[in-house]
């Protein structure tokens, strides 16, 4: 299996662009996830996703970002307008959620980094 | 607010010694802890969790313990080996009626230095 898949490795861009983060999980998992790390805060969950379904947002810091699961095999994280304060490594992970809880292992992709100057 | 809490950014160990890494949290809703080790330039890998029913879960190399009168909980690797280095993540599960408890709420991470 090719584990979970995000790309790109790395985004450089200028403040005021919209960046787009993308994520194919592992085959067959039902659920996903995207976070973001930082040295302060470290990983953060911003949303997750169940059967493409978004069970939980709340922690997506403000209206610029948005997160959509079309279909199971692929989700994207928005950022519009990126900010500098946004310059972090985010992670997708998917977990299989077949017992519906912590139990499901969840796998992480090897994460995007994102510079917004 | 930071709900898990590693207060060591990092920590050395002479290899073969033991290692702790050590976890608090504030949320006493919390009902299963994880541990997750991340290298340079990849994702978190799952490393070794327990449930809050138990004091005590090991694995091989790896025991975790929870303290849940304290909210605390350690990780030790015994005996440390250099492939041991790297950032470990604590990480806990709030049950969610509603959605399951899937949800983790992660700490800032500690870099462990397994010194030959």
């Known amino acids: 299996d090719a584990g979970v898949i995000q790309s790109p490795r790395h985004e450089v861009t200028e403040m005021g662009q919209e960046v787009t983060l993308r994520c194919k999980p592992i085959?067959?998992?039902?659920?996903l996830f995207w976070y973001r790390q930082t040295m302060m805060r470290g990983l953060e969950l911003l949303i997750y996703?169940?059967?493409?379904?978004?069970?939980?947002d709340s922690g997506m810091p403000e209206d610029r970002f948005s997160a959509k699961m079309p279909n199971a095999s692929f989700s994207t994280l928005k950022i519009q307008p990126s900010e500098p304060r946004d310059s972090a490594v985010y992670f997708c992970?998917?977990?299989?959620?077949?017992?519906?809880?912590?139990?499901?292992?969840?796998?992480f992709g090897p994460g995007t980094r994102l510079t917004v100057l | 607010d930071q709900q898990v809490k590693q207060n060591s950014p990092s920590l050395s160990v002479q290899e073969g010694r033991i290692s702790i890494l050590n976890c608090d949290y504030t949320n006493s809703m919390f009902d299963y802890f994880l541990w997750y080790k991340k290298y340079p330039a990849e994702g978190p890998t799952f490393l070794i969790s327990?449930?809050?029913?138990?004091d005590k879960n090991e694995d091989g190399r790896f025991t975790v313990f929870l303290n849940k009168s304290a909210k605390h909980l350690s990780l030790h690797i015994v005996p440390s080996q250099p492939g041991d280095s790297a950032v470990y993540f604590c990480a806990a599960s709030l049950l969610i009626s509603n959605f399951g408890n899937e949800k983790l709420t992660f700490g800032t991470g500690t870099r462990l230095t397994i010194i030959p």
């Open positions: 085959s067959g998992h039902n659920s």
């Open positions: 992970a998917s977990s299989s959620g077949k017992a519906g809880g912590p139990e499901d292992t969840q796998y």
């Open positions: 996703f169940n059967n493409n379904v978004p069970i939980d």
């Open positions: 327990i449930s809050s029913i138990k």
